[in-house]
C-alpha cells in the first residue's frame, strides 16, 4: 500500500505535522503528493503550527499563496539568523522621495515595505511603496500644518498592519493647535486611513510621550507630569481616561504619583494596559541585582459598559510590585488568558546594560482573578534570562506575532568601534513552558559594508535610526546620499 492510495483527509492529517521545509520537498517526491501541497488546508496548517513570526489573524481569508509566501520567506531567514554571522542577502538599495522630506527621525517603515513620512511644518502624510515606487498621500491637514507625529503599529484582526499616529496640527495663522489621532490599514492594496479623531486637549495633555498599541487597546502617557492620560479602543473607536491614581499597595500613592513616583513604560494588550511606576528616589530601594522596586497596575475596559461621562474612564483590575529594570520595555506575547484557571498572561522582553554585557530577560506578568472580599486582583512576576551579547547594545529590535514568536537584531552602537549586529530568536508561546532564546554571533557591519554589493554612500553611521521588519530580514535607515539629499537605505540581511 502506497502512501498516494491513504484517503485525503488521512493524508492531510500527516502533511500537517510537516515543517515548511518538509512539505517543499515533498513536491519533488511525485506528481500525486505535489498537487497535495497545493492545498489550502495544508498550508493553513502548517501557518497555524509554525514556530516563526508570522502575521496573525484569521486565516481562512487568506489564500493559499499568501500563506505558503510568507512562510516560505520567514523561514528562509530564520535559516541561518542564528547560526552564523548576519550577512547581506540582496544588493542594498536606496530610496529617494521626491522632495527632501526625510528630515530627523520624523519616519516609519511598516513591515519593510512602507515608508511613512509626515511632512512637519507642511499639511501632508505621505506613503511610498518601497517594492512599486508608488507614493500615496495618505492625510491631508486641510488649511493646518503638521508639528508633530507619534506612531505605533500592531496587528489587524485580518492579519495586516495597522498605523496608530497621533497627529498635532495648526491652523496655518494661528496659534491654537489640536491633536487628531489617525488608524491606518495596509495591505497588499496600499495604505488606507480608516479613520480620523480629534482627542480633546484636556485629556490628551501637552506632552505625549509614549504611545502603544497592542490588538486592541491603545494607550499614551504624558511625559511633562509622568502621569497616564489617554486609551483608545480601537474596535469601537471610543476614547478612555485613566482613574485617579490610588493604589492599595502604597497608601500614599495618590499624593505622591505627582511628587515621588512618575510612569516608566506602558505596554497595551488585547485585553489590558500595563503601567509601571518606579519613584525617583531609586537608590533606597534597589535589589541586588541593581533593579529598581516597581509598582505595576493593570487596567481594562469598564465591565459595567460605556457611561454617559465623556469619555469614559479605565478600571484598575489589577495591581503588584516586584524588583525590575522597566528603562527598555516591549511586547512580546499578547494575552493569553487560561479557561480553567482564569489567569491571565502578558509577556514582554527588556534588556539591562551591566558590567560590559547586555542582558535580555523575558518577563512573565500573571494577572490572577481577585479572591472573595479584595477589590483587586494580584499580579505576579517571573523571569527567565534569555541570553547576553558582549558591550553595550543601546538599540534592540524584533518583529513579535504577538503569539510569542520573535525574530530581531541586537545592535551595538560606538562612535570608536562602530557597529555590530547579532541576530536572536525568541519562542515565548504557551502559558506553561518556560521562554527561550537564542542568539548568533556578531557582525561587524564594516564588513558587510566591504562587500561589492554595498555602495559607499549608504555606510551606515554609529548614531543612526534603524527600522527593522523580522519577516524580511529587512533593515533601513537614513542616509545623506548625493546632492545633499536624503535617501532610506533597504538592506536585506540573514
Given amino acids: 500500500m502506497s502512501l498516494t492510495s491513504l484517503p485525503h483527509d488521512v493524508l492531510y492529517r500527516v502533511l500537517s505535522f510537516l515543517s ?12 500525486d ?69 526625510l528630515q530627523g527621525d520624523h519616519w516609519e ?26 507614493r500615496h498621500v495618505i492625510y491631508h491637514a486641510e488649511g493646518a500644518q503638521i508639528l508633530s507625529f507619534k506612531s505605533a503599529t500592531s ?5 495586516g498592519c495597522i498605523m496608530h499616529a497621533i497627529v498635532m496640527e495648526s491652523a496655518r495663522n494661528s496659534v491654537s493647535f489640536s491633536h487628531k489621532l489617525l488608524s491606518i ?10 479613520f480620523s479623531m480629534v482627542i480633546p486637549g484636556d485629556v490628551i495633555g501637552m506632552g505625549m510621550s509614549q504611545l502603544s498599541a497592542g490588538k486592541r487597546l491603545l494607550c499614551m502617557s504624558d511625559h511633562l507630569t509622568g502621569t497616564l492620560n489617554l486609551a483608545v479602543d480601537t474596535r469601537t473607536r471610543v476614547l478612555y481616561r485613566f482613574p485617579l491614581p490610588s493604589s492599595i499597595i502604597d497608601p500614599k500613592f495618590d499624593v505622591t504619583c505627582a511628587q515621588e513616583t512618575y510612569l516608566k513604560r506602558l505596554i497595551a494588550t488585547e485585553t489590558h494596559i500595563l503601567a509601571m511606576f518606579t519613584p525617583l528616589t531609586m537608590v533606597s530601594q534597589l535589589d541586588e541585582g541593581g533593579n529598581c522596586r516597581a509598582i505595576i497596575q493593570a487596567f481594562a475596559l469598564p465591565s459595567a459598559g460605556i457611561t ?11 495591581e503588584g510590585h516586584c524588583y525590575l529594570d522597566i528603562e527598555r520595555v516591549s511586547l512580546l506575547c499578547d494575552s493569553m488568558t487560561s479557561a480553567v484557571t482564569g489567569q491571565t498572561q502578558i509577556k514582554f522582553l527588556t534588556h539591562c546594560m551591566r558590567l560590559n554585557l547586555t542582558k535580555y530577560f ?4 500573571t494577572l490572577s482573578p481577585p479572591l472573595p472580599g479584595q477589590k483587586l486582583g494580584n499580579i505576579s512576576l517571573s523571569t527567565e534570562q534569555l541570553f547576553s551579547v558582549p558591550g553595550y547594545a543601546n538599540t534592540m529590535k524584533f518583529t513579535t506575532s504577538f503569539d510569542g514568536h520573535a525574530r530581531g537584531i541586537c545592535v551595538l552602537h560606538n562612535e570608536r568601534d562602530g557597529t555590530e549586529f547579532y541576530g536572536f530568536t525568541i519562542d515565548a508561546s504557551g502559558m506553561d513552558k518556560p521562554c527561550s532564546g537564542i542568539v548568533g554571533p556578531g557582525v561587524d557591519i564594516k564588513e558587510v559594508e566591504a ?26 535607515y537614513r542616509k545623506r546620499g548625493q546632492a545633499g539629499r536624503n535617501v532610506l537605505a533597504v538592506v536585506d540581511l540573514a
Avoid at 515548511?20 to 506528481?31: D, F, G
Avoid at 490599514?185 to 480608516?194: K, Q, Y
Avoid at 523575558?362 to 506578568?365: L, P, T
Fill in 362 to 365: 523575558a518577563h512573565r506578568v
Fill in 109 to 134: 517603515v511598516v513591515a519593510g515595505l512602507w515608508l511613512v513620512i509626515p511632512h512637519i511644518s507642511g499639511p501632508d502624510i505621505l506613503c511610498y511603496d518601497l517594492e512599486r515606487g508608488l
Fill in 33 to 101: 503528493l505535489r498537487d497535495l501541497t497545493f492545498h489550502t488546508a495544508i498550508w493553513h496548517d502548517a501557518y497555524t503550527h509554525a514556530k516563526l513570526p508570522r502575521p496573525l489573524g484569521p486565516l481562512d481569508s487568506q489564500s493559499r499563496e499568501f500563506l505558503e509566501t510568507t512562510l516560505v520567506k520567514s523561514t528562509q531567514v530564520g535559516v541561518k539568523w542564528n547560526k552564523q554571522a548576519l550577512t547581506i542577502t540582496s544588493k542594498a538599495t536606496w530610496f529617494e522621495p521626491e522632495w527632501s522630506a
Fill in 308 to 318: 454617559s461621562a465623556s469619555p469614559a474612564t479605565l478600571e484598575l483590575t489589577h
Fill in 155 to 159: 496587528e489587524a484582526a485580518d492579519g
Fill in 451 to 476: 562587500t561589492e554589493s554595498f555602495p559607499s554612500s549608504l555606510r551606515m553611521t554609529w548614531n543612526v535610526k534603524l527600522a527593522f521588519d523580522g519577516y524580511l530580514g529587512r533593515i533601513c
Fill in 185 to 194: 490599514r495596509f495591505s497588499s492594496d496600499g495604505p488606507l486611513l480608516e
Fill in 20 to 31: 515548511v521545509r518538509e512539505i517543499i520537498c515533498l513536491r519533488l517526491a511525485c506528481k
